[in-house]
T-cell receptor, first 112, second 115 residues
Framework: GENVEQHPSTLSVQEGDSAVIKCTYS??????FPWYKQELGKGPQLIID?????GEKKDQRIAVTLNKTAKHFSLHITETQPEDSAVYFC???????????FGAGTQVVVTP | DAGITQSPRYKITETGRQVTLMCHQT?????MFWYRQDLGHGLRLIYY???????DKGEVPDGYVVSRSKTENFPLTLESATRSQTSVYFC??????????????FGEGSWLTVV
């Protein structure tokens, strides 16, 4: 299956600073790139997504960028807050079924 | 709006026993998925379904069986549980609509321990 590499595996930031998580992939047919946030004991929740015909998308403090040529996409969180502490997963699909392939996750810790 | 409901939320079972994890969605979404989550592996697809009576294997299907007799239900059965199947299991669904795109919604998870 598609290989999705996610870095870093852990990220510690001071409140107010920015956090960036990067994912790389190999299949150029990948066409949809969502990011999920998972809080302890809960299911993953979609926070932002981007399609292959768009290079950047923003939603308040969260943004996602996609570089199709280099085959990587990144999640940017600005002005981090303690409630941003969670595990973040990148994912992608390559087929019409929408089956997601996930990265291994990044544990983000925002310290006050 | 209940969304996706998984049951049981927590289960301890013995090696060799059959276990069924239930998944029910209230949206009438066509697509449904089962993922397992293990430390260091992220989420891996076990089985998926495009509609009632249409199912197919994902990345890690061995030891699991699914059925989809009704659109809203997608149970996952471990035929003979093994310790390697100790995991958190997530059910998910996706609407088949050009307007919703590929957005997939997850349930809250079922924590399964096989002893």
């Amino acid at each position: 299956g598609e290989n999705v590499e996610q870095h870093p595996s852990t990220l510690s930031v001071q409140e107010g600073d920015s956090a960036v998580i990067k994912c790389t992939y190999s299949d150029s047919a990948s066409n949809y790139f969502p990011w999920y946030k998972q809080e302890l004991g809960k299911g993953p929740q979609l926070i932002i997504d981007i399609r292959s015909n768009v290079g950047e998308k923003k939603d308040q403090r969260i943004a996602v960028t996609l570089n199709k040529t280099a085959k990587h996409f990144s999640l940017h969180i600005t002005e981090t807050q303690p409630e941003d502490s969670a595990v973040y997963f990148c994912a992608l699909t390559t087929d019409s079924w929408g089956k997601l392939q996930f990265g291994a996750g990044t544990q983000v810790v925002v310290t006050p | 709006d209940a969304g996706i409901t998984q049951s049981p939320r927590y289960k301890i079972t013995e090696t060799g026993r059959q276990v069924t994890l239930m998944c029910h969605q209230t949206w009438s979404h066509s697509y449904m998925f089962w993922y397992r989550q293990d430390l260091g592996h992220g989420l891996r697809l076990i089985y998926y379904s495009a509609a009632a009576d249409i199912t197919d294997k994902g990345e890690v299907p061995d030891g699991y069986v699914v059925s989809r007799s009704k659109t809203e239900n997608f149970p996952l059965t471990l035929e003979s549980a093994t310790r390697s199947q100790t995991s958190v299991y997530f059910c998910a669904s996706r609407e088949d609509s050009e307007y919703s795109g590929n957005t997939i919604y997850f349930g809250e998870g079922s924590w399964l321990t096989v002893v």
